[in-house]
């Protein structure tokens, strides 16, 4: 016999099945679970970082298995990602408990119709050529209200060392902390920069920092 607790649990087995993760969370699960608990952490700064705001978009989205953990604390998320597979895998797995719009969309292209009052991108920078970073800047900004908030999060410089042979082959253009927040200066008013070690977020060395989150505010016209 179940414990009472868990006859719930059981209910929405039968009613919804199992949660299926995404193509790359899955991947991580099955590959390097430590770093599934890293990726869902991050998303977990970003939400309450922007709770409160009514519309979010985020660009680089992935298979977007995580954002559900934002959308607890913001009134709605859209998604875009260059790579349409992601975008697909999305369109199998999206729950009506957690809606949210997503399509393919490449952001160095143009900035998206619709304006947010923030923005989030993860894991994206650091696979943008330095020749076409301040593009990206660029169009996300624009894809912003005046009083808008963008958060940036990307594996720091330093922790390059001890990145692995296949990572160090998709990160092209990784920055130290300063570097990064006078280069979102050129974009927003406000810039705050933290650093961050496997989950936790802090304000601690940069150099030291493995991952590092930039959050501008308020956009430059």
């Known amino acids: 016999m179940i414990e009472k607790q868990y006859e719930g649990h059981l209910e929405l087995k039968r009613k919804k099945g199992l949660t299926r ?8 699960w099955q590959l390097d679970p430590r770093h599934l ?7 977990k700064f970003v939400a309450k970082m922007l709770s409160g705001k009514k519309n979010v978009l985020e660009v680089g989205c992935g298979d977007g298995f995580a954002i559900p953990i934002v959308l607890q604390e913001v009134g709605s998320v859209h998604a875009v990602d260059i790579d349409p597979v992601f975008i697909e ?6 729950e009506d408990t957690w809606p949210f719009t997503f399509a393919v969309h490449d952001i160095l ?3 998206l119709p619709n304006i947010y009052d923030g923005a989030y991108f993860l894991d ?3 696979h943008i050529p330095m020749s076409h970073e301040r593009i990206l800047l660029k169009n996300i900004a624009n894809s912003l209200i005046s009083t808008g908030v963008c958060i940036l999060g990307t594996p720091s410089l330093e922790s ?16 130290s902390g300063p570097d990064l927040k006078k280069l979102m200066l050129d974009y927003f008013d406000n810039v705050f920069l933290f650093s961050m070690n496997d989950e936790i977020v802090h304000t601690g060395y940069y150099v030291m920092a493995h991952y590092l989150f930039v959050i501008g505010c308020g956009v430059k016209r």
């Open 21 to 28: 993760l995404g193509i790359e969370k899955s991947a991580s």
């Open 37 to 43: 608990a890293f990726s869902l952490s991050r998303y």
């Open 89 to 94: 895998d999305i369109a199998e797995r999206v």
């Open 109 to 111: 292209s143009g900035s």
């Open 124 to 126: 994206v920078f650091e």
């Open 160 to 175: 390059q060392a001890y990145a692995s042979s296949l990572s160090k082959q998709g990160h092209i253009n990784c920055k």
